[in-house]
């Protein structure tokens, strides 16, 4: 007989593993990166692949000085996904060296010197972006008009290579210019009517497709919405923490453009603009590093949102989704401390409820006074 | 009727379609039988039998011991072979004391075998004597002994009864199969149960993947209406000679005073929702009645008492015809299994000649189990015995089982969202990897009621329940050894106030014997002193 080994119950498992989360979250990445990928044509592909295999390389190494198994821990897709995070997250004609020094600060700051998969405090593609943007302004604010492949005016590989190594040549700066919310930032800064500018950079339709400039992948609305979509219905992620963070952007954002639409950003625009989406379905929803239980993940993503509307329209950062984020993960264990579910058959300080009067027989006095014994 | 919603929960595939609509088989009388000592919660059981005693089906064979136990009987007449030790149906694989009976196929009952004519004119703790006579046990694999939760009535307010023929386990459908086949039988058992209880309220959930069974005890109920409407009382089938197949649509002898006693009774089918742990007793009363029972309390507390339907039939067994509990249905199932069943198996028969009647395995199985998949133990091998709370043999392939390397827990907190009872699971297990039992313990971890959703859904195939049950045994076995040491502190101060105290006793002893010693010595030295002069006189008289 082969059954020799004891084995705890249960003796059935949900069809689940790490791996196949991961891989459903590329999966459900995979439009909006093609799309990224086909619009900034191939220094944006350059960019992207270095990233991941930049990734994939760190967390090798990582691996191998923890003495931890490599081929599992490669194959479970989380530095893959981190390494896709990041990209995605990354103006698409940044040079080599961004990728890489991002994938370098994700993987061994951001995870790897915490103790590896699940015990990082902070999502780390979110603590790259954030180094690298407050180390590299300029290289991390670039933003190209969409190139789609095989377009007249897009570059070739040759000259993709060229401006991955070398940066961005001058020749280029005519198709850069700053992300839609920068815009509209500035604009509310040298203290113009955003009524009158109207949405002249930017239309409704284009940023629900994607087709404007932005972050490799954060540009398609739609198709970021409709892959967190799979993600809720394949289980992958809760509804909760993406709901919250929507509603912490949007309510604040529809008041005071009410309020005053001539100062405050519409509301539809925060939701389609930059990271919104990214972060309310891919990003705040790091299993890692979120709280666990209902109340949490509520406080959590209302946090996030209410945080990016407030950087946006008041911080320096018109890009600061990735400063809520990593505030909320600082909370992240305070949260789960406080928030917790209540115990079955426990008040929620944890005692006993009472039994209820009506249950006891009519001696009731003297068994309750004594009924420990039982 | 109204439903209220639990918390947590998972929806693990049933596979009961590989055995529902099978009807219960009896199983041939196997060679030999193994009938364990231990097969209840509670004190295990005395043997009353010698070697090469000849006993009848139904006789006592061992009485059980003390407020918390069961007797057992045997499962079919022959000559006792033996008493000793014999692997259990247990994990461990360890041996248990066991009797060993050789069948003489003539499978003939004890004559002292009778039922009662009118189990409803018994005094409640007659019917619940009767019940424990017989040897029942909670049926549904607690095997916690039924009189004893038929004896409640006594510290408590009950108002209901709830039968759990919930049968969350996937896989198992001993009960679904036996509600079909026997829902007069079952209606009976839990009128009687009720009448011992003294309650009114009699509520039998069934889940809704079983719309079989909730049908066939709708119409149990309709026809026990109707025979009240008539006037009567469904007459009880004559006892056949084999001991289960029942028909029980006829009646006849109208029984007005049996019929006007049950009308007060209000019967009820509700259908549960199809969510695991949904058989867990405290889930269910919140799920048919809104009420929570409170931590570490009984469902007593709130007035509920549950039992499952098996144990409902054994009970109309014991009353009506006097018969203990000597055999039971258990599903032999899995994809391993060449062709799976339900059977009716005399208590103590190998699970090897289970198998051996299904045709054995088409592949070799990569688990073996007794009970459902998600809370049933591994078995160690195929020769250990049914016993009474056994309600399946379940032998899975690796597919089945789905078992993976265990990896790092990345926090999903899909644990938490599964669990039933509002626990952070991942958080005890931290915890109790790092043997911080205490911190588990207050985290929660005596109120995990071990029922394996969170390991069933965890992405990283941690093994929570494992952790867990690690966890309470070890916090057990610590309170067991705080109690030893602080025994063993009062004995040892005890016997040190003991030894001091003689001591002191002796000291005193001494001191006492001393003084007195000093004080007669003085008596003599004064005597002496006085007796000088008076001694002196004379001389000097002598002078």
Request: glycine share 10%.
């Amino acid at each position: 007989m082969p059954h020799t080994a004891l084995f705890a119950s249960p003796h059935a498992h949900a069809p689940v593993s790490i791996a196949r989360s991961m891989r459903l979250v590329m999966l459900a990445l995979l439009p909006a990166t093609l799309l990224g990928l086909w619009q900034f044509g191939w220094p944006a592909l350059l960019l992207f692949l270095g990233t991941l295999i930049a990734a994939l390389l760190f967390e090798a190494i990582a691996l191998v000085l923890a003495g931890k198994p490599v081929r599992s821990g490669l194959l479970d897709g989380s530095a893959l996904l981190t390494g896709w995070l990041l990209a995605l997250t990354l103006p698409p004609w940044a040079p080599w060296w961004i990728g890489v020094l991002g994938a370098f600060i994700a993987i061994i700051i951001g995870k790897q010197v915490f103790g590896g998969l699940g015990q990082n405090l902070f999502n780390p593609a979110m603590v790259a972006r954030v180094a690298l943007l407050v180390s590299f302004p300029l290289e991390m604010t670039q933003w190209v008009a969409p190139q789609p492949l095989f377009s007249a005016q897009t570059p070739g590989l040759f000259e993709a290579v060229g401006i991955s190594l070398a940066g961005l040549a001058p020749h280029w700066d005519a198709m850069t210019g700053a992300s839609i919310l920068g815009e509209l930032s500035m604009e509310v800064q040298r203290g113009g009517d955003l009524t009158a500018i109207g949405t002249g950079a930017f239309t409704n339709v284009e940023a629900m497709i994607g087709t404007i400039p932005g972050s490799l992948g954060e540009t398609s609305a739609l198709l970021l919405l409709l892959g967190g979509l799979f993600l809720i219905r394949k289980g992958v992620i809760g509804w909760v923490i993406p709901t919250a963070v929507l509603l912490g952007v949007l309510v604040p954002a529809s008041l005071l453009h009410l309020l005053d639409a001539t100062r405050f950003i519409a509301p539809q625009v925060h939701l389609m603009a930059g990271a919104t989406l990214l972060t309310a379905f891919f990003i705040a929803t790091d299993p890692v590093t979120s709280p666990v239980s209902r109340a949490g993940q509520v406080v959590f993503g209302a946090g996030i949102g209410l945080l990016i509307y407030l950087i946006r329209t008041f911080g320096a950062y018109p890009e600061g989704a990735a400063f809520a984020v990593l505030l909320m993960n600082a909370a992240t264990p305070m949260i789960d401390h406080y928030l917790k579910p209540r115990i079955f058959g426990r008040d929620r300080r944890g005692q006993p409820l009472p039994v209820p009067e009506d249950a006891l027989p009519g001696d009731a006095a003297g068994k309750q006074a004594g009924g420990s014994s039982r | 009727m109204q439903l209220f919603r639990i918390r947590g929960g998972v929806h693990p595939d049933d596979r009961k379609d590989l055995t529902a609509g099978r009807a219960i088989e009896s199983l041939p009388m196997p060679r030999l039988l193994h009938i364990p000592l231990q097969q209840h919660i509670g004190a295990i059981a005395n043997p009353l039998v010698q070697r090469r005693q000849q006993v009848a089906k139904g006789e006592r064979i061992a009485h059980g011991q003390g407020a918390v136990s069961a007797p057992i009987h045997a499962p079919t007449s022959g000559r006792i072979a033996g008493l000793g030790l014999y692997p259990a149906n247990h994990p461990s694989g360890l041996s248990v004391r066991t009797i060993t009976l050789q069948p003489d196929g003539e499978d003939r009952w004890h004559e002292s075998i009778a039922g009662v004519p009118d189990p409803f004119a018994l005094a409640p703790a007659e019917v619940a004597q009767r019940v424990a006579d017989a040897g029942v046990v909670g049926m549904g694999g607690a095997t916690f002994p039924a009189a004893v939760k038929l004896s409640l009535a006594k510290r408590y307010r009950l108002t209901t009864l709830v039968i759990n023929g919930s049968e969350c386990e996937p896989y198992l459908t001993c009960d679904d199969q036996l509600m079909r086949e026997e829902a007069d039988a079952i209606l009976d058992g839990m009128r009687i149960m009720a009448h011992a209880l003294g309650v009114t309220r009699v509520i039998i959930g069934i889940e809704g993947n079983k719309p079989e069974a909730i049908a066939a005890m709708r119409q149990a109920i309709a026809r026990l209406d109707q025979a009240r409407f008539d006037g009567i009382e469904p007459e009880q089938p004559k006892p056949d000679q084999h001991g289960s197949g029942r028909t029980g649509s006829d009646w006849a002898e109208p029984n007005p005073k049996v019929a006007g006693r049950a009308s007060l009774m209000q019967l009820e089918v509700a259908t549960l929702p199809m969510r695991y742990p949904m058989g867990s007793e405290k889930h269910l009363v919140q799920t048919l009645t809104g009420r929570e029972t409170p931590a570490r309390g009984l469902t007593a507390d709130i007035g509920v008492v549950v039992h499952n339907p098996g144990t409902a039939f054994a009970v109309h067994e014991a009353l009506r015809f006097g018969r203990p509990l000597v055999s039971r249905v258990v599903t032999v199932t899995g994809g391993a299994v060449r062709s799976p069943r339900n059977l009716r198996v005399p208590i103590g028969t190998k699970v090897e000649d289970l198998v051996e009647y299904c045709g054995r395995f088409r592949e070799e199985p990569q688990r073996l189990v007794a009970g459902g998949p998600m809370m049933g133990q591994p078995l160690q091998e195929l020769r250990v015995p049914v016993m009474k709370g056994t309600n399946g043999i379940l032998a899975l392939t690796a597919a089945e089982v789905g078992s993976q390397t265990p990896a790092a827990c990345i926090r999903c907190g899909s644990c938490v969202d599964a669990c039933p009872c509002g626990l952070v699971p991942l958080t005890m297990a931290a915890q109790v990897r790092v043997g911080n039992l205490d911190a588990a313990a207050s985290a929660g971890l005596m109120d995990c009621i071990g029922c394996g959703s969170c390991a069933y859904v965890c992405p990283a195939h941690l093994p929570l329940v494992q952790f867990f049950a690690h966890a309470k045994g070890e916090l057990a076995a610590r309170g067991r050894a705080k109690q030893k040491q602080s025994a063993t502190k009062r004995l040892a101060e005890q016997r040190s106030a003991r030894l001091e105290a003689q001591k002191r006793a002796k000291r005193e002893a001494m001191a006492r014997r001393k003084r007195e010693a000093a004080a007669k010595q003085r008596a003599e030295e004064q005597a002496a002193s006085q007796a000088e002069p008076a001694r002196a006189a004379p001389v000097a008289e002598v002078d």
